[in-house]
């Protein structure tokens, strides 16, 4: 069924932005010290010719995305040049209607062709990333097309198919998504100032005691005292390495310890974990010898290798414990359902796995009851825009992950003069209360950068 308010990309132009770390940033087997930031701006068209422009970025993170044995500069290149199909893909993708009916559409039928390049077929998730910097600006262009803020837009006055066409229920509930949009699963009064997560690195020094002589002197904090000092941080994502349950367990009660035993905590292990064995042996030390760091351990995030078919754990004991949440394994709804089924019940959302991705995972993860936190890929610039929105919309377990300002905080300057709240963490919080007008509330127009030349750009 077509609408007056469909829309079909009609154009669009790609850049990169390389970043730098201030310092490494070690997470799973991997250390980021570079990320190429991509950035896409998509004119799309409506029924009755009119056009707008959006915009979406996110970085490539390859140390993520596709962790592997390949180097980095090959995953680099590799998620660049699908970035550069990808914008052709999208001139050439003739569909109309609302962004999520588009974006899945693109996912379901466009996304396979793109993944290679006659030598290298990158993993899913890596593909998504890739995409997910085009559908954030579909997102944001047809919000402004319609002249609303896009959030506005996730119902039955501007979408064609309810959810039931996107979404099938677990076997075992009764509820179906028939007659159901997005907007019955998302928060009517979002939050305007948010808790925010800091993540500590497996490498980062905790204390003094912990320096090498390596740091940076630029002004920033270095170790996670000064930065719990420093931004009054009250929350805390615990990176640990999955191959020494002894290390893993004193890292967490050092994290609890410098904060002052105050603060939420997150046990990622970043897909190193082993087997569920390996994690339940951590909780019931921690449940044994510091029942209070155990209490303060709020949930525990993607343990194990993210294709969940290929070892089927049950994972019901560790869920026993503390809230199990799927990361890196939630690709889309569609895993989400399976990680269900073998007893995960919390899911972490990215919008650098598109936004349409967002949306149907939240919608699909709270009709089960399951809680969300929405999570960080240290997203600068306006890749921060989408991820906040999300997290003030979504009704987290507690506020969101953002972890820019400590890895390359001068990399958002230009954004943050016109957003101050959302790059520097105050009192524990981000503030949005500067994001306003259509789409996102970007305000691209009143940012100052200068963008390089775009890679490559394409029309109808």
């Known amino acids: 069924m077509s609408r007056e308010t469909d829309a079909r990309v009609v154009a669009t132009e790609l850049y990169f932005l390389p970043v730098e770390t201030r310092v490494p ?13 991509a950035r896409a701006k998509v004119t799309v068209r409506g029924r009755d010719g009119s056009t707008a422009v959006g915009w ?28 550069e199909r990808l914008a052709e893909a999208w001139v050439d993708f003739d569909a109309w209607g609302h962004p999520l009916e588009v974006g899945d559409d693109f996912r379901r039928t466009g996304l396979d062709d793109v993944a290679s390049d006659g030598d290298i077929t990158m993993p899913y998730l890596a593909a998504l990333v890739c995409v997910s910097v085009f559908d954030q600006a579909l997102h944001d262009a047809y919000g ?50 948010l808790p925010v997560w800091h993540s500590v690195g497996a490498g980062d020094p905790l204390t003094d005691a912990d320096r090498t002589g390596d740091e940076p002197d630029d ?32 890292r967490i009660v050092g994290v609890d310890t410098v904060a002052g035993g105050q603060a939420s905590l997150c046990a990622d292990f970043n897909c ?23 209490d303060r351990l709020l949930y525990i995030e993607q343990p194990f290798a993210y294709d969940l078919r290929a070892d089927r754990f049950d994972v019901t004991a560790i869920a026993a414990r503390k809230p199990l949440f799927l990361d890196e394994s939630a690709h889309d709804w569609t895993h989400i359902a399976f990680g269900h089924s073998l007893g995960w019940d919390g899911v972490a959302l990215k919008t650098c796995k598109t936004q349409t991705g967002a949306i149907l995972s939240l919608c699909w993860a709270k009709a089960h009851g399951m809680p969300v936190m929405v999570q960080d890929l240290t997203n600068p610039m306006l890749a921060m825009i989408p991820h906040a929105t999300l997290a003030a919309y979504a009704g987290t377990l507690r506020g969101l992950e ?26 524990g919080m ?31």
């Open 25 to 37: 940033y070690a997470f799973g087997r991997e250390t980021l010290t570079e990320v190429t930031v």
């Open 56 to 83: 979406g970025e996110t970085p490539l993170s390859a140390a993520w995305a596709w962790p592997g044995t390949l180097p980095y500069t090959t995953r680099d290149t590799a998620m660049r040049a699908c970035c």
């Open 144 to 193: 402004h097309l319609q002249g609303v803020p896009i959030y506005r837009t996730y119902n039955r006055d501007y979408m064609s198919r309810d959810l039931a066409a996107f979404l099938t229920p677990a076997d075992d509930t009764d509820r179906g998504f028939a007659g159901t949009y997005p907007s019955d699963f998302l928060t009517s009064r979002p939050e305007s100032v």
């Open 219 to 250: 002004g920033y904090p270095v170790t996670l005292a000064e930065w719990v000092r420093a931004d009054s941080l009250d929350c805390l994502k615990i990176k640990l390495r999955g191959t020494d349950a002894e290390w893993d367990t004193r």
């Open 272 to 294: 190193t974990a082993p087997d569920p064995d390996y994690v339940i042996d951590i909780l019931d030390r921690l449940r044994t010898d510091r029942p209070d760091v155990f």
């Open 402 to 427: 953002s972890n820019a300002p400590q890895f390359y905080p001068e990399a958002s300057r230009p954004e943050a003069a016109v957003h101050p709240g959302l790059y520097r963490r105050r009192d």
């Open 430 to 460: 981000i503030d949005l209360s500067t994001l306003s007008g259509p789409g996102f509330g970007m305000r691209v127009e009143e940012i100052g950068r200068v963008l390089p030349d775009a890679a490559v750009s394409f029309s109808v």
